[in-house]
C-alpha cells in the first residue's frame, strides 16, 4: 500500500541522551497506515495493543488491521475508560497479561486512546522487564498536545494523581486528526484549554491564530508539539523551563481534587489559568489586556472562567501539590500574552496568589 502525501512531522531529540529520537506524525487518515509507518523503525514482532472500551469500539480494528498487514502480531488489552483506570491494579494487570503472553524487550506496547491509556501504556512500558519500546497513538485533542509528547508516563496512587510515574520517551507519536470528528465538544474544548496554554506561555503566533479565526487542525497541533518538543529537549526530567508546562495547573490540579474530579483537567487548568494571570495583574506584574485577552480566548472555546471554590478549600490542596520543592514551590506566571515566566515563592505565598486570583 503506497502511503499518501508526507504527514506534518515533528522531530524531538534530546541533546543529553543521544540515542533517543522520535518524530510526532500530524495527519489526517493516519490510523489506517500505522503498520507501514512502524516497519520502517521495527522489525515485525508482538505488540501489546492497550485502548480503553470506547475507542476500541472506534479505531482498534483499523490499528489492528494496519498492525497485521505490516506483519506485527497484536494482542490487544481493553481497559474501561476514565482515571480511575490509571490504577495499580490495572498496571498490575496488564504486567501480568504481557508476561503470560511472553512479550520481550524486542516487543512493542502501542497505547492507542486519550491520557489514560497513554500515561498507563507509557509506564507500564517503562518497567516491563525494565523499559520496553512503545508508540502513542493519541485520539483526544488534549494527548495529541501534550500527554503523548515528551515521555511522562504514570498511574495515579490514593494519594494523588500521577504519583507512580517515570520518564520513558515513545519511539513514535501517530496524531490522526480525523479522530478529532469524534470527540465529545467538552472533551475537544478540554483539549483547547493546554492548546492556550502554549499560546499563553511563549507562542504570540498562535494565540493570534486562536484569536483570529478557526485554526486548521494540523497546524494548531503543530504549533503546540513544537512549542512542548523545545521545551522537552532544553529540560526533559523537568527541573527547569519545562515547568513553564504548568501554567494553570498548580492551582488546576488543587480544583480537580476540591470537586472530586468531576470537573475535568482542562476546565481546571483554564480557571487555574485565570487565577495566576489575575494575580499577576494585581501585583503589578502583567497588564490587565492580558488578562482580557486570555479570558475572551477562553469564552470563545466554552471554556469555564470562574473557580467555585473558596482560597482555603484550594490552598489546603495545592499546599501539598507534587510540585512542591521543601518550602517553596516554582510558579508558572504571565507577564504578558505569549510571556510566562517561572516565579519561585515561598509556599506560603501561593495562598496570597490564590486569594488575589480569586477576586475580581
Ligand atoms: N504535561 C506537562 C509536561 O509534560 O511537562
Redesign the pocket.
Known sequence: MSLSPAPVTVSVSLPCRPTVKYDILIQAGLLSTVGERLSSLHKPCRILLLTDDVVEALYADTVTASLSNAGFSVVRHVIPHGEASKSGENLLTLLEKMATEQLTRSDLLVSLGGGVVGDLGGFTAAIYQRGIPFIQIPTTLLAMV??S??G?TAIDLKAGKNLCDAFHQPLLVICDTNCLNTLPPEIFSDGMAEVIKYAMIRDSVLFDLLKNGSPNMENMIRLCVED?RT??EEDET?KGV??L??LG?TVGHAIEVCSNFTISHGSAVAMGMVIITRAAVKSDICNGDTLAALLDLLNKYNLPTECPFTVEQLFAVAVSDKKRAGGFITLAVPYDVADTRLVTVPIDALENYIRAGLSE
Open positions: 501534550d500527554a509528547v515528551g511522562k512542548k521545551l522537552v523537568d519545562r515547568q508546562l504548568n495547573h
